[in-house]
Structure formats: C-alpha cells, structure tokens
T-cell receptor, first 116, second 116 residues
Framework: AQTVTQSQPEMSVQEAETVTLSCTYD???????LFWYKQPPSRQMILVIR??????QNATENRFSVNFQKAAKSFSLKISDSQLGDAAMYFC?????????????FGSGTQLTVLP | DAGVIQSPRHEVTEMGQEVTLRCKPI?????LFWYRQTMMRGLELLIY????????DSGMPEDRFSAKMPNASFSTLKIQPSEPRDSAVYFC??????????????FGSGTQLSVL
C-alpha cells in the first residue's frame, strides 16, 4: 500500500523568508500524481500545487514550488516570500494514475506558522 | 460558484443519537467524496460516488455509517447510533470526473462533529 510521510509536524518561518516542507512517499507504481493541499484555520482544504510523476520539470505556482525527486520518492514544497496568510496545515497527498479515489492518500500534515 | 457547501458547520449530539451531515457539491461535478479527519488517523476516505452511484464504501468504518446521493446536487452521511469515537471533522469534496488522476478535489469547510 502507498504511504505518505511528513516528518515535520510543525514548522515556522519569518515573514518574507523561504521555508521548505518535506514529504516522502512509498509506492511501487511508476506513474502517479502528487499534491500539496493547504488547510487554513477556516478548515477548507485548498489545492496548492500538483505534480505528475512522469514530468521531470518541477511544478511552480507563483511563490510555491516543488522539488520532486522521483528516485528518492521525495516531494518537498518550497514557499518563497512567506506571507502571514500562508499560515496553515499543509498536507502532502499521493494518487495512482489508475485513478482509483481509494488511492488518494494523505500525509499527517505539517503545521506552518508564519512569524511577523 | 459557491463551492462545496456542507451543513451544519458544527454538530454536538449525545451518544446514541442519529446524526445527518449534508453536502452540496459544485454544480457540474460528477464525483463526490466523504472524508473524515481526526488527530489520530488523519484524513481518511470513507466513501465516494460517481454520477450519484456509490463506487467504493470500503472506508466506511461500521454499519452505523451510511451515505446516500439521491441526486447530483445533494449527498448525506448518516451515523446511527452515534458514539463518542465518531467525533471528528467530516469533509465532503467534489471533482469534475474520476477519469483524470490529477483531477483537483474541491473541499467543503467540513462539519465538526462532537458526540458526548
């Protein structure tokens, strides 16, 4: 079974600085998708960024980018120029390209605090 | 678009009572998911529907849990009888289709359930 591990339960960053959140996963599949979702205090989960495994280029969305290392099964999220609104719980998630919703697996989350 | 709408936002009930959680997916979305979030187990997929038909309910913890989707714009998750260990945040999410593994899930704001 696929597993997703976020080894940092909590992280903090100074406003305007850069922070990297770690995620590793375990799978025997060769094609899959990886996601980072953000859960602010409002509770609503919001997709931040996604990456398809067969694409070597790292995904970017404005201040958010990923470092995807397929061989190492690592998928870290980098937030540049951190803003107070970035404070939230961040979840890494994995889904097989077989498309079964059962296989959308979430990590345990990293609570990010942004310090003014 | 108003997004995925869940009600109620908070529910407090006593053990043994019936609880019904409601969800309105985004108009035009064909797939609907129910997740449960707890500190101990993180985010778990309970059940999902495609075109109003339940596809996989293997995540439903017990027979006390049931879910229905009578039409494309409404779904319910019912717990009868409720127990204190059911206390959690229950999320509903929808997506356009199930065909694309990279499909974005849109989450509601969740229902915080407390069973006393």
């Amino acid at each position: 079974a696929q597993t997703v591990t976020q080894s940092q339960p909590e992280m903090s960053v100074q406003e305007a600085e850069t922070v990297t959140l770690s995620c590793t996963y375990d799978t025997s599949e060769s094609d899959y998708y990886l996601f980072w979702y953000k859960q602010p205090p409002s509770r609503q989960m919001i997709l931040v960024i996604r990456q398809e495994a067969y694409k070597q280029q790292n995904a970017t969305e404005n201040r958010f980018s990923v470092n995807f290392q397929k061989a190492a099964k690592s998928f870290s999220l980098k937030i540049s120029d951190s803003q107070l609104g970035d404070a939230a719980m961040y979840f890494c998630a994995y889904r097989d390209s077989s498309g079964s919703a059962r296989q959308l697996t979430f990590g345990s989350g990293t609570q990010l605090t942004v310090l003014p | 678009d108003a997004g995925v709408i869940q009600s109620p936002r908070h529910e407090v009930t006593e053990m043994g009572q019936e609880v019904t959680l409601r969800c309105k997916p985004i108009s035009g979305h064909n797939s609907l998911f129910w997740y449960r979030q707890t500190m101990m187990r993180g985010l778990e997929l309970l059940i999902y529907f495609n075109n109003n038909v339940p596809i996989d309910d293997s995540g439903m913890p017990e027979d006390r849990f049931s879910a229905k989707m009578p039409n494309a714009s409404f779904s319910t998750l019912k717990i009868q009888p409720s127990e204190p260990r059911d206390s959690a945040v229950y999320f509903c999410a929808s997506s356009l289709t199930l065909r694309t593994p990279g499909e974005k899930l849109f989450f509601g704001s969740g229902t915080q359930l407390s069973v006393l």
